[in-house]
């Protein structure tokens, strides 16, 4: 019996051999996100349409406010890539100008709304108690609002501008990113690697920010994703019913409302905004999904 | 049960109130006026301060705001400035019918189209179909419902003149909007089901049904579909929400004469009164959708209904 197995030759050292470099969650996460073409093809139309819109404007030799009455409603041709709007301003530009704008409302919007929510949250999921219970009861009291109705009332009060939608949008936004942080710091705060480092004798600062806040930042990540594209249409839809931006600004909204006027006789004027308001808020959505599924791939859905 | 739903109905009444409140003193600082600046200022000081009185606006801000509460409580949501010596309340009960017309109809669409696509593209897992669906999915979220609802109009009816343009005549000008309003619907709902029904038709039961010989039919429609519906309800919320924002746009667009366009033009018009009426009416109609698809799943799913009881 002994003769029919041969003993394999097994090399201790190759046991504890780390066959791959070790990975923190976030390079873990781009790999994964890597594979998803979607998401991939999403992130580089979407830094796409951030240089137009940082760049076009730069580079054009109009300005999104300059009028020339001799060239209205001229559809799109190799001087006016996207023709020109009711007072012959040039839609190229103005376009670019608006998604600058609209990105910079969302990206400020998300980023307040990041910043409160998160500080919100922790704070409430760290300190317990009587604290946390008057937090939480506080936000279960504002999840009941529709936040468009509020954001529409503080539209209404403040003075018309950008910083207006902003700080409109971070007053109703912060809430559902409140409630996510606080729900992953108190599941994280209970597990053993937590415990472990206590036990280690880690300081309470360290632990939280060596410990809780990065293993928070994926649910951070990906609810920023999603903030952005619905601030962005917040923002197009105040202007839309004519209470957000106001001309000669631009904004997607602004434009696609003008579109919208002369839609019957010039629809060039609305299809170019209203194309670019749908690419960045289909990219943000497929982006989204895919950071969800790389960063956290037991929320996979 | 009762003591959770008791704890949810205390919570609408805060909620309510906060509201109200809040929505008192932002409208108390609103710039500008109903009155028209001019014409208001060649009145006398007596003619004035009648006006003032008939509207309840010449005394403090406390006092109108208990008086506000007291009649809010009878149902009285005061005056409205553009429809003069109209209450708001019957203002915006004769602008419901078209909304709801609208609203229910859009949600009966969503549901339909979303569920008939979900099932069938879980059903044909990775194939054409699904392919199309997670397409419809992505898009029916992405494309702000303004400009499907322009884009629609201006084609639908404006070049193929199929359907009206807008108006409120016939139920032939219902059919557009609710249209335009479904799309989210649809998209939310067929997703959501996909997910669903994927992670049903792993499930061992299925796998037994299957095993003992059931026809695919049978095991889709007595198995896979009924597991995977009854969650649809818990997103029924962010559906009514999408519904509500959408409509604002979607009856301008339209030209309904529902409550949207009327909360739109209020705002245009400076109409405290109504403006106050139609965010309460909003936010009591979304608080309880929300209220009644908690209980209603809590009800269906008595795993819900047990993790609710510890939490209480």
Known sequence: MDELFVR??????????????????????????????????????????????LLAPVFSAYSYKETNYDIIYQIPSAAHLFGTDQFGRDLWVRTWMGTRISLLIAFV?????????????????????????????????????????????????????????????SITGWVNMARLVRAEILKLKNQEFVLAARVLGTSTSRIIW???????????VINAMFTIPSAIFTEAFLSFIGIGMQEPKASLGVLINNGYQVLRNFPHVLIFPAIVIVLIMVCFSILGDGLRDALDPRMRK | MIKYICKRLIYLVLTLWVIVTATFFLMKKLPGSPFDAERFNMMSAQQQHVILEQYGLNESLPKQYVKYMGNILHGDFGTSFTYTGQKVSTV???????????????????????????????????????????????????????????LLQYYVALKWGILPVGFWTDWRCSVLPSVALSFSATAMVARFIRTEMLEVLEQ????????????????????????????????????????????????????????????????????????????????????????IVDIAYSLIDPRIRLAAGKEA
């Open chain 2, 92 to 150: 915006i009960g004769g602008r419901i019918g078209p909304s709801a017309l609208i609203g229910i109809q859009a949600v009966l669409i969503g549901l339909a189209l979303g569920l008939v696509l979900g099932i069938i593209a879980a059903w044909k897992h990775n194939s054409g179909i699904d392919y199309f669906t997670m397409i419809v999915a992505v898009l029916g979220v992405s494309v702000p419902n303004f400009v499907a609802a322009a």
């Open chain 1, 210 to 220: 060596k410990h809780l806040i990065p293993n928070t930042v994926g649910v951070i």
């Open chain 1, 8 to 53: 394999v030759h097994v090399d201790e050292s190759e046991k504890e051999h780390i066959a791959h470099p070790n990975l923190t969650a976030f390079q873990e996460g781009w790999l994964r996100l890597k594979k998803n073409k979607a998401a991939v093809a999403s992130l580089f139309t979407l830094i796409t349409i951030g240089l137009l819109a």
């Open chain 1, 109 to 169: 919007a998300a980023f307040l709304d990041l910043t409160v929510g998160v500080v919100y949250g922790a704070v409430s999921a760290l300190i317990g108690g009587k604290v946390d219970a008057v937090m939480q009861r506080f936000i279960e009291i504002l999840v009941g609002i529709p936040h468009l109705i509020i954001v529409i009332l503080l539209m209404m009060i403040m003075p018309a501008g950008i910083w207006t939608i902003v700080v409109a949008l």
């Open chain 2, 204 to 291: 061992d039961y299925i796998i037994t049904a299957k095993a003992k010989g059931l026809s695919p039919m049978k095991v889709l429609m007595r198995h896979a579909v009924r597991n995977s519906i009854i969650p649809v309800v818990t997103i029924l919320g962010p559906i009514v929400v999408n519904l509500l924002t959408g409509s604002l746009a979607v009856e301008n667009i339209y030209t309904i004469p529902g409550i949207g366009s009327l909360f739109v033009d209020s705002i245009k018009a400076n109409d405290y009164s109504t403006i106050m009426g139609i965010t309460i009416f909003y936010s009591a109609f979304y608080i309880f959708v929300v209220l």
